[in-house]
């Protein structure tokens, strides 16, 4: 049978800004994935606890408020404490070119800056999760 | 299996796989239910069906909520649906509900369609078992924004809440057959909104020409992004529960829904046989030429086609 890959689509922090997100949604839609999409002003928490409710292979979240270094790692010490570092985090928003070694350090498998394309998100997310 | 073991235990993360292994595989899914089968048939089972954009997340949120401050134990399945194209979906419901995803109380897990068409998934039932197991005292399903057609969710459900809303057209389409016939309980949502009350006369006057007098269905007025009347409508749906204990409906709605499954079950293996015994020797196909050049007909060769099982 086919199983499609389930992604969960998250904004954490304060920023109202959900087009990009709701882009990316659509375009994981049309390349065959389950999105789960949660929606604004997500805390880390909520991400974490919905992404292993889903049972997603994936957890993309977009952030354009500044707060990712505090964020994303947030996500990933969520994950390893519930067992569930399997989850492949990626992220993508307005992110400084100097912060992402560090993210990526922290465990953040790919990060998608403004420019990227949509079909090399799908590509990224297809070659790289665990199955 | 051992994620049985901590399921049963209350793992959300176990309940969560399992799930996942009833909507992709097969034949693990087979397997499980064998093992959970005796530990379901404790919840009630609530669907909430009715338009696309009638409301029924918001609702399900808040009458989720009412539940637990009582402590029930609630999980939600949440039905979208699947692109017919790509295999794809949003499934969008949790964002009305992302307040109870702490809740260690509450398990909620969105379902795509993948190219059901009844209202609800095909692994739907099997997710309900699931989360029957885990312990959940309630189970609220919201199926896909339904038409007027897409029952379903009377074989999922022991209780069955319609939610309408004003301004979807005239006293006409609340006498059609299909949808409106399956409310244990109608709602009117957004019933802050002009219309509302016109809405709710139309339901009890088609609720009112039934000739079905052992109980007519209650219509309640709600409005759920206000947390409007919830208690009234989780009053109503208690009460239904206790009509079918209290008059043995509910043993006698569940045998129903068992002898459905269990039939639709033998149907699916049954054209699975025929499928494997005729389609790689090119017997179908030979079937069908004879179909096409009207040399006999559709019926006689399903006669055919069964005697050679038998």
Redesign the interface.
Known sequence: MDKPIRVLVAKPGLDGHDRGAKMIARALRDAGMEVIYTGLRQTPEQIVAAAIQEDVDIIGMSILSGAHNHLFPKVIGLLKDQDAEDIMVIAGGVIPEDDIPALKEAGVAAIFTPGALTTEIVQFIRDNIKR | MELINKMLKGD??A???L??IVE???KESEKLIKKIYKYTGKAHIIGITGPPGAGKSTLTDKYAKLLRKSDYIVGVIAVDP??PY???????D??RM??L??DPGV????M?T?GYLGGLAKATRNAVKILDAYGCDYIIIETVGVGQSEVDIVKAADTVVLVMVPGLGDDIQSIKAGIMEIGDLFVVNKSDLFGAQRTATEINMMLDMSQNTDRRPPVVMVTANQNKNIDQMAQEIQRHYEYLVENGLLEERRKKNIKRELLELVEEELKKLVIRETESNGELDRMTDILFNKETDPFTLRDRLLSTIK
């Open positions: 959300k993360r309940c969560a796989r799930i996942s992709n595989d097969e699947t692109s790509t295999g794809g979906a949003i499934l969008g949790r964002i992302n307040d995803a702490l398990f909620i897990r969105s795509g993948r």
